[in-house]
């Protein structure tokens, strides 16, 4: 089966499968991810991003996220590297939650032939609670298809899995949700790209699941 065919039908199938989600929100996420080479061969980059989530039906702002990073480019298609993020988690109900995340990431380019580009992102996360002082692993693979469907225009599905490697408080053991997103590029300049598009987002809970309907905004700036 074509990559392509294989990210389509994860898409569809998380999130048609999940009938256990009785519970439906809408949100708004807009992210913000500035690139910027810090030697002329472009080797050493930094990637500073921020992210805000407007959750509950998209009334308030539930979630801040503040991540950067820096890289190191092997080749043209394999990047290494690693950052710290802090992120706010604000939900209805008496608990505020404030992360300190410590990463490391591998970014791999598996295809790029004729505009198709599919690459794969590997994250390992150190989760640190100012409310816990537990350790929380966790393991992400993001795995993105850019297709061309004008010259200037792409098509960008991307599939992400969040695994858990331990169970401590604010971490769950094995699959903890799901990410699916479908989107169009639009390049305002050619630094500059928009992406809005529609990301699904499937949480296991203790309880019921969630489903999470998501308008996803993200402007991508390089320099």
Known sequence: MKPLTLIGAACAFLIAAPAAATEDDFNIWGGQFIFV????????????EAQERFTNDADRLGQLLLRSFVGFKIDDTVNVGGGYAYILTDPIGPVEVNEHRIYQELNVTLIDKGGF??????????????????????????????????ER???????????????????????????????????????????????????????????????????????
């Open 37 to 48: 080479d810090l030697d002329e061969e472009g080797e050493v980059f930094v990637r500073l």
């Open 117 to 150: 580009k599919l690459t794969s992102r590997n994250r390992l996360e150190q989760r640190f609670y100012e409310e816990s002082d537990q350790t929380s692993w966790r393991y992400r693979n993001l795995v993105q298809a850019t297709v061309p469907i004008t």
């Open 153 to 223: 225009n792409d098509l960008v599905l991307y599939t992400e899995p969040f695994i858990g490697l331990n169970d401590v408080p604010f971490n769950r053991e094995g699959v903890a949700n799901w990410r699916n997103f479908a989107g169009v590029s639009f390049p305002v300049s050619d630094a500059i790209t928009f992406t809005p598009g529609y990301l699904n987002q499937y949480v296991v809970r203790d309880g019921e699941d969630r489903m999470d309907h998501i308008a996803n905004i993200g402007v991508t700036a390089r320099f």
